[in-house]
């Protein structure tokens, strides 16, 4: 059931933008979260489950960025995608706008970045480009022409990396290193042979530029998996936020707040007078 005044708490539900109106507690948390993600490329969010990490995300963090003129996108990597596995999936999420929610899905996303490494073929052709799909995500990361769509991408239920990944040979791995290629110079070795043969590569590749800022979101009983990237990524364990349970002031306000709401409305729900967070306009005392 969608929330609205006369059902204002979601239960088990994740809040999300459109029901950020009901969404409390978690003020000194998302201001935070937003401080640290000004001063570092990578955030790692990590908590108990249930505690709302994909609330604070989606609810709080994500309207204060597109508040500023971010274009924030929240992914989790879809497994059962029998075309596109979760590598694959990382570029299309840096390089596919969500302006048009309902018309986005992989396959149209897919086909626009099939088209983009076409021309770029046709565009590079004196230079022999190698075909791996780890250099091709470097290419298109670090191309001078074009830059990724979204500038932060926050990777939700990063756990299932450690758990599902782990399923599939390699996959873990191939994770990491495309983390590594965007936060840390990563270079796949057939991209560094032609940096080393080819004067003028760089002239349409920035192998130093940082294009996306990121925000790994998992249970903290992972974030041990994840530590062992440490090797391969230092920034790890610089820049993480614990969520811990809501007390205090905080639980109080994340109970009490919801149904107050329908405590200053004066009206009747109407399709006509809902706001763009799912809430009719309310009159303060």
């Known amino acids: 059931m969608p929330a609205d005044l006369e059902h204002p708490w979601l239960g088990l539900e994740s809040y999300q933008a459109e029901t950020r109106a009901y969404f409390f507690g978690r003020d000194q948390e998302v201001a935070e979260l937003h401080l640290r993600l000004r001063?570092?490329?990578?955030?790692?969010?990590?908590?108990?489950?249930?505690?709302?990490?994909?609330?604070?995300?989606?609810?709080?963090?994500?309207?204060?960025?597109?508040?500023?003129?971010?274009?924030?996108?929240?992914?989790?990597?879809?497994?059962?995608?029998?075309?596109?596995g979760p590598a694959e999936q990382l570029m299309l999420f840096l390089f596919s706008?969500?302006?048009?929610?309902?018309?986005?899905?992989?396959?149209?996303?897919?086909?626009?970045?099939?088209?983009?490494?076409?021309?770029?073929?046709?565009?590079?052709?004196?230079?022999?480009?190698?075909?791996?799909?780890?250099?091709w995500f470097w290419l298109r990361v670090h191309s001078r022409t074009e830059r990724p769509a979204v500038t932060h991408l926050i990777l939700d239920q990063f756990e299932e990396v450690f758990t599902r990944g782990s399923e599939r040979k390699g996959l873990v791995e191939e994770i990491r290193d495309r983390v590594v290629m965007l936060l840390h110079g990563g270079v796949p070795p057939a991209i560094a042979s032609l940096i080393a043969k080819e004067d003028t590569f760089l002239d349409y590749f920035d192998p130093d530029s940082q294009p996306v800022r990121v925000i790994l979101s998992l249970r903290d009983d992972y974030v041990y998996a994840l530590n062992r990237w440490r090797q391969?990524?230092?920034?790890?364990?610089?820049?993480?936020?614990?969520?811990?349970?809501?007390?205090?002031?905080?639980?109080?306000?994340?109970?009490?707040?919801?149904?107050?709401?329908?405590?200053?409305?004066?009206?009747?729900?109407?399709?006509?007078?809902?706001?763009?967070?799912?809430?009719?306009?309310?009159?303060?005392?």
Not at 64 to 76: G, K, W, Y
Not at 117 to 131: E, G, I, M, V, Y
């Open 232 to 285: 391969h990524l230092p920034a790890l364990g610089e820049n993480n936020f614990e969520l811990r349970p809501l007390r205090g002031l905080a639980a109080f306000d994340a109970i009490f707040k919801p149904g107050e709401l329908r405590c200053h409305y004066r009206g009747e729900v109407s399709a006509a007078n809902r706001s763009e967070t799912g809430l009719p306009p309310i009159v303060s005392e």
């Open 39 to 84: 001063s570092h490329p990578l955030l790692v969010l990590y908590g108990r489950s249930g505690l709302g990490k994909t609330s604070i995300l989606n609810a709080g963090l994500i309207p204060r960025l597109v508040a500023e003129q971010q274009v924030p996108v929240l992914h989790r990597f879809d497994y059962n995608n029998e075309r596109l």
């Open 97 to 135: 706008s969500h302006e048009d929610e309902d018309a986005w899905n992989f396959a149209n996303a897919a086909a626009r970045a099939d088209q983009w490494s076409k021309q770029l073929r046709d565009n590079l052709s004196f230079f022999d480009l190698p075909a791996d799909s780890a250099s």
